[in-house]
């Protein structure tokens, strides 16, 4: 695979046919750029290995929505930012604690009903996800699973920022009303 294709021509020529030779190439460019990207928003030697490796298997699996807008290193280091943030946003939200021999029953059980609460939410949320267009469920994942900001979606788009910010709300209102639908009664 020829070294000296930029990004964006190395994807358009050896992604249909090679694709794991495309992989490989791009991993071989960013892999230590991307693990210092993580590894400056971590903190975390570990953390950072791990998110690098999730990262690049996230950046394969969406290969197919780049589409030259940016530079695929911009690209890439967006997919990397979001993704660092949102594991840490998310382990702020869920600290794991070590349990100890004194660990009190009802503080347990009290905790497995939370999660089996969460779980339920979860799965409510699954079915009023489904329920949406497909146009709708787009814009609710770049919004709030990759953490794109709404003026990046409206550009994404072509769209006004105030276009993109209605969607959103009728789409999120739209995910509760459908919640509290399925809810069991």
Avoid at 4 to 25: G, S, V
Wanted: glycine share 2%; with cysteine.
């Amino acid at each position: 695979m020829s070294t000296l294709l930029t990004d964006e021509a190395l994807i358009r020529e050896y992604m249909p046919d090679q694709p794991n030779q495309c992989f490989e190439t791009l991993y071989n460019r960013y892999a230590s750029k991307v693990y210092r990207h993580c590894l400056s928003i971590t903190k975390d030697t570990e953390n950072a290995h791990d998110f690098t490796h999730d990262i690049f298997i996230k950046m394969f699996s969406k290969l197919d929505t780049f589409h030259e807008r940016s530079s695929f290193s911009t690209w890439l280091y967006s997919i990397t930012y979001n993704y660092c943030a949102g594991q840490l946003k998310l382990a702020k939200r869920l600290p794991l604690t070590e349990l100890d021999e004194e660990t009190n029953q009802d503080a347990y059980s009290t905790e497995w009903q939370d999660a089996q609460t969460q779980e339920q939410s979860l799965q409510l949320l699954r079915q009023a996800m489904a329920s949406l267009s497909v146009n709708e469920q787009t814009l609710l994942k770049l919004k709030y699973e990759q953490g794109m900001r709404v003026e990046e979606i409206a550009e994404l788009y072509n769209l006004k920022v105030s276009t993109v910010k209605m969607r959103i709300k009728r789409s999120r209102d739209k995910v509760y009303r459908l919640m509290d639908q399925y809810a069991p009664q």
